[in-house]
Structure formats: C-alpha cells, structure tokens
C-alpha cells in the first residue's frame, strides 16, 4: 500500500511529492480497480492545482482584501488580521483519510455491516476548506467603558462583520453556502437571513473550548470553494496555542484508537487503508523529514516555506490601532 510517508525523506519538493504520489496512487488504483484510491489520487490533483495555478488565487486574495479596505473604514479603532491559506499536504492527507475513517465507522455502528466502495467515495465530496481565509479582531480596552464588558463588545462587533461579510462578497463573484446543519443553534446575533450559512461555535463551543465562526462561499470566478473563520483574539489564542490546539490533537488521537478498537483490522480493507495512512502521520518525526524549503527541529520548532506541514499564506493584512490604553473622552 502506498502512503505519503514514502515520499517525505528524498529532498524533493511539496508539488513533486504530490505528483509522484498522485500518479503512484492512481496506478495502484487502476491495478486494483480501487475507487477509493482513484477518488484519492483526484482529490491530490486538485491540491496541486491551487500550487500550480496561482492566477486566481490573486483574482481571489485581491477581492476579499476589498472586506478587508471596508473593514478599516467601518472599524477603524479595532485592530484585526486578515490571514489565506491553502490548506498543507500533511493536513490535507490526514484530513482526506479521518472522512474515510468516520464515515465507515458512524455506518457501521448504524447499520451493523460496512458501506461498499462507491457509498465511501461519494462520501469524499465534503473538501471545502483547502483554501481558507481568517479575520481575527482585538478590541482595544480603551475603547470600551467600565460598566461593559471587553468580551461582549467584541463578539458584538465580530457578529455585525459576520452579518456584513456574505453580501459584500456575494457582489464580488462569491455565493454563500449553506451549512447544512439539520439543527441551527445559532446566535440570535447574527441576523435571519445569515443563519442558514454559519457555523456558530461562538454561541456553542466545541468541547475543547474552541470558538469561531465559519462560513463557506464557492468563487464563481475561481470555480472552487473556500471557508472563512472569523474570531476574536482571545478565541484565535485558544485555537493556536491553548486548550483547543493540545487538546484537540489528543481527543482526535483518543477517537482514532478507539475506531480502531471497534473495527478490527482485516474486517473492512477500506478503513485499514486509511487507519495505516492516518496514523503515520500522526506518528510522523518531523524532524527526519527532507522535504525542499523544509526544517524541523522536533515536532514543535517548524520551519515550513513550502506548505508541508503549517499551509501556504496566501493573503497577509492587518490593521493596527492607535490606540490601546488611551483615556477617550465618555469614558
């Protein structure tokens, strides 16, 4: 069985890899007749279009920067990021086998008996995140008077950018996507006729304490999808450095193992596949890897300038504040 872990200690660079990965896989897949690995070896094709083909990403970054003008005249006392990426391999390779792993798990607890083939790959249509761009605002304390409360202006200043965003850019050549979700527990923050595309994990955190909201547009002008997060600081801290970063990996490590535990390997061919693939790169030293414009030290101390491991930037902004602990009159 072919995994990307084969291709990480020749020195090639991140587009090499995945071509030579792409087109292994795509062999195999044809030797074996596997549809899986077909519809995996496609799914890389189209990370290295996004590497390949950087016109529209430009088209893309140029528009949604125009938010970023709007927002530095609507809120110009707030000091907020503008970050794009295009989502690293090593994430996207993990994330492409976690769908394959919890979708056969949560149909074999329901049903008792595994999905064939071709119920697994339509299952593998649910990319829409390889690019993605985030908006992370910090209200300065000055700004705020001592009867309110610093984290409760900023999320109200962070829903009325959420209630603006799916308009602006649906001018621009973008349309909102709906979520999907058959149940909305939804701020009553953000206004009707947004709920139906937002992801509220503001009102409703997830167990790791993580906390953003997320929407997904398609580019009609770059025929492809992309998600946008928007947080406060504090929320972007918990994510990056805190709880929601550490815990999140071991709660995903703790889920895995016991997928594993309650499938037993040589029951389902698909999912022993993707466990293999899954959890070498979980298991995975950085710092034996040899990848061009690549350099760890461990696990932790990351020099990555190829998109490897942290992702491509795409769109760096910000825009800082005069002001942080100015005396302003009303106050």
Known sequence: MICLNDYLYSGDTVLKILLQYSED???????????????????????????????????????????YLYMTQKYPYL????????????????????????????????????????????????????????IVISLPACHVSKDESLEEQEQKILYEIANDL????????????????????????????????YRDYVKTPRATGYQSLHITFYDNLARCFTEVQLRTKDMDDVAEIGEANHFGYEKIQEE???????????????????YERYKKLQDLDLSKVDVNMFRAINNQLINDGCGLFRGRQILPFEHLSRFQNDTLSGF
């Open 256 to 274: 895995t193992r016991s997928k594993r535990d309650n499938i037993p390997s040589g029951e389902c061919k698909a999912f022993d596949e993707a």
């Open 79 to 134: 000091a907020f990021t503008f970050k794009g990426r295009i989502k690293s391999l090593i994430r996207s390779e993990e994330k492409f086998n976690g769908y394959i792993l919890e979708y056969i798990y949560n149909y074999y607890e329901e049903n008792g008996k595994f999905p064939n083939d071709d119920e697994i790959k339509k299952n593998l249509n649910r990319f829409r995140d390889l690019i993605a761009y985030r």
């Open 25 to 67: 896989l795509k062999k195999e897949a044809i030797e074996t007749k596997n549809p899986i690995d077909l519809a995996h070896s496609n799914f890389l094709i189209q990370i290295i279009e996004l590497l390949e083909h950087t016109d529209f990403l430009t088209s893309q970054s140029n528009r949604i920067k125009e938010f």
């Open 166 to 197: 799916p308009a602006f850019l649906e001018e621009r050549g973008f349309t909102a996507e709906t979520s999907n979700l058959t149940v909305y527990t939804n701020s009553d923050k953000l206004t009707d006729n947004n709920h139906q595309y």
